[in-house]
Each structure stands twice: as C-alpha cells, then as structure tokens.
C-alpha cells in the first residue's frame, strides 16, 4: 500500500491578469460553503457585478505579491510539501510515501491531485487541509471537494486531520516565531492576533471557529508570556454586506493610536502560509490605516510558511496519523 500525503491550502489565480483572476473568483465565490445565500439572489451580483470589476481591482494587488513564476500561496505550499517530503524520505526511507500539494480552489484541484496520486499507485490517502482553525468554509470545503471527487472514483482508503488549532507544536512554532519581537514587547509593543473573519450567520449555526481562535490567540500570549493587557485579537478580510465577526482588523488599526499604542506588532496566526491577505491586506492596507491614525511604528510577523517550525509540525501531525491508522489496522 502507498498512501499519498496531501498538503491542501486555499488556492490562487494562475497569472495576476483580470482573466484568470475572474476564474479563480468565480469557482471561490460560487462554493455555498463561502458565500451562503440564495443562488437565485447571489448569482445575479455575483456574475453581474463582482466579477465585472473586482478581477481589474485585484490585479495591482497580485502583481505586487506574485513571484517570477508563481504567487506565494502555491509557491510557498510548494516548498513546505517539498521539505515535509524530505524529511520522510531520509527518516523512512523504506515507506511507501508520496507527497502531494492541492488547492481547494484553482489549480493544481483538490481532484486532479487525487487522480495523479493514484495514477502513481497511492490506494490510502491523507489529506491535510492547511486551515488550523476549523471552519466550514475553510477546511469544510475541503472536505467537500474530496467527497465529490471520490464521488467519481473508487473510495480508496482515506482521512484526514481536522484542525490543530492547539497543538503544542503549532503553539510552540507560533511562540517562537513571535518570540523574536520580545524586546520590542518588553518596552511596550502591543501584538494584535489577527484571524481572516467569517460571517455570523455561520457562527450563530454552530461554526466552532471563533472558539479555535480565541483558543490559539491565549495559547500563544500564554507560551510566549504575554500579560492581557498587552495583547488582543480581531477579525480580518470581510466580505460583503452582512454582519462578521468583530473586532474587525481594519477598525482596530485606527483606534489603537487613540488607546495609547503607538507600537504594533501584528500576527495572523490562521494563516498558514503568507498571502495577498497577509501581505497587502495587512502589511500595508491596514499599516497605513494604522499609521495614518497616529501610530508610531508597525510590524508584521511572518506567518510560519516553510520554516522549520512549520515543517516541524507538519510532521507530527502526520506522524500521529500515519501512527494511529496503522494501530488502527
């Protein structure tokens, strides 16, 4: 048996040019999962409007985080896949492991990669959505696209690893990447946690997401040993008109200066590998916001990417899975 090793992230457009940035919208915003209206009210707006102008809006914002070949999100899930891959190799060279990178959304899809894996010989699957935090329009999408690819395929053997928004490896790999800035925090920086957001109508059906956040936010002020007055969380990259979860991002970036931080560290711990959220969104949209307000300096922490941190909990989570289905067998 050889079992195919999944590492699936969120996904991009495949150039920074309006055409492919419409696709990669329209296939992202038409999942139920992300947006949860009516179709027969969505798709009006959806078609009519959102994919006329934003693709031309976004393209600036790609062409100044896209690489020589690639945008981050792939270029960096790429990398994280590729040394996950060698440390198997070198610790387990007699498994029969291959390692794989999917997009919920995009290319390489989520069944194209099942479809190689198995080409390849792989009959029992793990598939690892890179979302720490549980959410259905996170790592429930993710779930959906494998069912429906298997819907079309035999059901080869497979699982998955839900979250791990507390492990004691994704904790530590966050401390110790924050914990670069303690002499900043020592003479009185503030560390804003800040998580992408979600809609309340999905919270108020039972989404467990906010919980996981808030549970990963402690974990890390706690480990890194933050008081609770030097640190808080907010909510990014909302969507739409209705109502998400608060505080959101943007409207903490002008009300710290008037609360007496001038100094500003910001980390986006849901946020596996860094992106157009990350490094646009925050890195400078909401640094300007913040500096506009009256803040004095801002910075921004890398998000784990293919650190050894991440690719030291890479591998103990799959470690533990590989462990327990064998135990299992």
């Known amino acids: 048996m050889s079992t195919a090793v999944v590492l699936i992230n969120l996904g991009t457009p495949d150039s920074p040019t309006p055409p492919a ?43 100044n985080i896209w690489g020589t070949h690639d945008g981050p999100i792939r270029n960096i899930t ?3 896949t590729a040394r996950v891959e060698a440390y198997f190799s070198k610790r387990y060279p007699d498994r029969k492991l291959k390692f794989y990178t999917a997009m919920t959304y995009g290319n390489p899809s989520v069944k194209s990669i099942i ?15 890179l979302y720490p935090q549980y959410a259905g329009a996170t790592t429930g999408a993710v779930f959906d696209q494998i069912s429906r690819a298997f819907q079309s395929m035999p059901v080869a053997s497979h699982r998955f ?21 303690n002499p900043a925090i020592r003479d009185g920086a503030h560390v804003l946690f800040s998580f992408h957001g979600i809609p309340m ?30 640190w808080s969380m907010s909510y990014q990259s909302k969507f739409g ?3 998400w979860l608060t ?35 925050i890195k400078v949209e909401n640094k300007d916001v913040f500096l506009a307000a009256g803040g004095q300096r801002f910075r921004y922490v890398r998000a784990l990417n293919a650190s050894k941190f991440h690719v030291d909990l890479m591998v103990a989570l799959i470690e533990s899975s590989l462990y327990s289905h064998e135990l299992r067998s």
């Open 201 to 230: 109508s999905q919270v108020n059906q039972g989404d467990l997401y906010p919980a996981q956040c808030e549970k990963t936010a402690a974990s890390v002020a706690h480990a890194v040993g933050l008081g609770k007055d030097q």
């Open 241 to 243: 008109p209705g109502a």
């Open 115 to 129: 479809e190689t894996a198995e080409e390849d010989g792989c009959d029992d699957f793990l598939f690892v959505p």
């Open 247 to 281: 505080p959101a991002t943007i409207d903490q970036m002008a009300a710290f200066p008037t609360q007496g931080v001038s100094d500003l560290i910001v980390m986006c711990p849901g946020f596996s590998v860094d992106c157009l959220e990350t490094i646009e969104e």
């Open 78 to 80: 790429n990398a994280l």
């Open 161 to 181: 690893i839900r979250d791990y928004h507390d492990h004691p490896r994704y904790i530590h790999a966050l401390a110790k990447t924050l914990e670069r800035y």
């Open 21 to 63: 940035i419409k696709r990669y919208l329209a296939e992202f915003l038409s999942d139920q999962r992300v947006v949860n209206l009516p179709r027969a009210a969505w798709k009006p707006i959806l078609h009519g409007i959102i994919l006329k102008t934003r693709p031309k809006r976004l393209q600036h914002d790609y062409k």
